[in-house]
C-alpha cells in the first residue's frame, strides 16, 4: 500500500468517526441546509422571471417587498403570515361578527411563543421586521427539532436507512418551504412528534403537555391523541390492571384547546367562535367527494397537487393500517391519525393549502421513506430522481409564493 492509499484509508477512517459520532450533521443539518439553501437563492431569483402580486396593495406590489426591504425576510412573509403578526401585536379581536374575517381562526401557540421571545428585547427595538424575524428563526428551530425527532422515531421503527430517507422527503417535498415561514407548520409538527417521543419513553406528565400544546397549535392538533392514547395502552399491554395514576395526565390533553375556546367565550361570546369563523374564508360543510370533484375554489397547479395528496396521503394510511402484523410495531394508529389529519378539510368544500397541511402528516413521510429504502435500495438513481423532482416542484411553488402568487 502506497503512502497516498494509507493517506485516503486513514482519512476515510476519521471521517467515518466523525459522522458516527455526529450523525446529525450528515443526516439532519446537511439536508436542512442544502434544501433551505435552494429555497432562498430560488427566492432571490424569483423577481427576474416573476413579478411580484399583491391583490390588496397596488404599491405593495411596485415596490415588490412588503415589510422588509431586505429580500431575504421578506421572502418568508406572506398570506395568512399576516394575522399571526396581527396576533402578536394586538391579541385576538372580532372585526364585525363570526361571519368576518379575523385573527380568532388562528390558533395562539405559535404567535404566543414569538410573542414571548420578542418580550426579551427591548421596548425600543421591538418593530415589525424584528418580531417577523424572531418568527421565522423560531420556525426553523422548531424545523430542526422536528427532524431530529422524527430521525429518532423512524429509526425505532424501521431503520437508519428509512430515517435519513424519511428526513429527506419531508424537506424536499412541495409544500416543506412552510416549515421555515412565518406559519404555524414547523410549530405542529415538532410538538405532534416531541408528544410520541415522549411516549417513547413513557414520560406520560410531559407527553401530555406536549399534546395540549400541540392541540392548541392548529385546529387538527388534538387529533395527536390518539396514537397518544394508543402508546399509553400498549405500555400497559392492553390490561386495566395495569393501569395506574398515571393515566390522570392524560386529562390534560384538552386543556390547551379549552383554554383558547373560553378566551373566544370571552371575547365573542361564543365558545366556538374559533371554528365558526372558518366559513368566512370560504370552507362550510360539504359533501367530501363534491369537494374533491369540484371545489368551490379551483387553482389549476395548486388543487390537482392538492388531490394527489389526498389520494396519496389515504393510501398510505391504508398501508400503515395493512401493516400491523407483518413484524412491525402496530402502525394502525399512525394509520388512523394521517387520516385524521387529512380527511376534514375534504368537509369544506375547498381543497385550498390541502397540501400544505400535509407536510405535518409526519407517519406517511416515515412509511415513505422506509419504502424507498426497502424497494430502491439497490436503485439510489430512481430515488435521486423522486427526490430532485420533488424539490423542483418545491422551487416553483416557493418561486411563487415569495411573488405573493398563491402556492397553498
Given at each position: 500500500m502506497t503512502t497516498l492509499d494509507r493517506f485516503?484509508?486513514?482519512?476515510?477512517?476519521?471521517?467515518?468517526?466523525?459522522?458516527?459520532?455526529y450523525w446529525w450533521l450528515k443526516s439532519i443539518l446537511i439536508p436542512f441546509i442544502t434544501t433551505r439553501s435552494l429555497l432562498v437563492l430560488t427566492g432571490y431569483l424569483a423577481p427576474l422571471f416573476l413579478p411580484f402580486s399583491h391583490e390588496e396593495g397596488v404599491e405593495i406590489a411596485n415596490r415588490g417587498w412588503w415589510f422588509f426591504e431586505n429580500r431575504l425576510p421578506d421572502m418568508w412573509f406572506r398570506w395568512d403570515a399576516f394575522w399571526y403578526l396581527t396576533i402578536v401585536n394586538e391579541g385576538y379581536r372580532m372585526l364585525g361578527n363570526l361571519h368576518t374575517i379575523s385573527n380568532l381562526a388562528f390558533f395562539p401557540v405559535y404567535p404566543l411563543l414569538i410573542k414571548f421571545m420578542v418580550a426579551l428585547f427591548p421596548k425600543q427595538l421591538i418593530n415589525n421586521q424584528l418580531i417577523v424575524t424572531v418568527g421565522l428563526i423560531l420556525s426553523n428551530l422548531m424545523l430542526l427539532g422536528s427532524l431530529f425527532l422524527i430521525y429518532k422515531l423512524c429509526e425505532s421503527l424501521f431503520d437508519k436507512a428509512s430515517a435519513k430517507l424519511s428526513v429527506w422527503l419531508i424537506l424536499v417535498f412541495p409544500t416543506s418551504f412552510f416549515l421555515s415561514s412565518f406559519y404555524t407548520e414547523s410549530t405542529l409538527l415538532f410538538f405532534s412528534l416531541l408528544t410520541l417521543w415522549l411516549a417513547k419513553k413513557q414520560k406520560w406528565g410531559w407527553a401530555s403537555?406536549?399534546?395540549?400544546?400541540?392541540?392548541?397549535?392548529?385546529?387538527?392538533?388534538?387529533?395527536?391523541?390518539?396514537?397518544?392514547?394508543?402508546?399509553?395502552?400498549?405500555?400497559?399491554?392492553?390490561?386495566?390492571?395495569k393501569i395506574d395514576l398515571s393515566i390522570f395526565w392524560l386529562f390534560l390533553l384538552p386543556v390547551g384547546v379549552l383554554v383558547f375556546f373560553s378566551h373566544s367565550l370571552y371575547l365573542t361570546g361564543d365558545f366556538f367562535a374559533t371554528l365558526k369563523i372558518q366559513g368566512a374564508w370560504g370552507k362550510?360543510?360539504?359533501?367530501?367527494?363534491?369537494?374533491f370533484l369540484n371545489p368551490n375554489r379551483y387553482w389549476p397547479l395548486i388543487t390537482n397537487l392538492d388531490r394527489i395528496v389526498i389520494i396519496g396521503v389515504i393510501l398510505s394510511a391504508i398501508k400503515m393500517i395493512s401493516m400491523k402484523?407483518?413484524?412491525?410495531?402496530?402502525?394502525?394508529?399512525?394509520?388512523?391519525?394521517?387520516l385524521l389529519l387529512i380527511i376534514p378539510n375534504l368537509f369544506t368544500g375547498i381543497l385550498d393549502s390541502t397540501t400544505r397541511y400535509a407536510v405535518v402528516i409526519f407517519p406517511v413521510f416515515m412509511l415513505m421513506g422506509h419504502l424507498l429504502a426497502k424497494y430502491l435500495a439497490k436503485n439510489k438513481g430512481v430515488r435521486l430522481a423522486i427526490m430532485v423532482g420533488l424539490m423542483v416542484l418545491q422551487l416553483v411553488l416557493f418561486a411563487r409564493y415569495s411573488q405573493f402568487y398563491w402556492a397553498g
Open positions: 485516503n484509508t486513514k482519512k476515510k477512517v476519521v471521517k467515518d468517526q466523525i459522522f458516527k459520532k403537555i406536549a399534546a395540549a400544546i400541540t392541540g392548541a397549535s392548529r385546529p387538527v392538533g388534538l387529533m395527536i391523541a390518539l396514537p397518544l392514547v394508543w402508546e399509553y395502552l400498549r405500555s400497559k399491554e392492553w390490561k386495566l390492571k362550510q360543510y360539504s359533501n367530501p367527494i363534491s369537494s402484523n407483518k413484524g412491525f410495531e402496530s402502525l394502525l394508529p399512525w394509520g388512523i391519525y394521517s
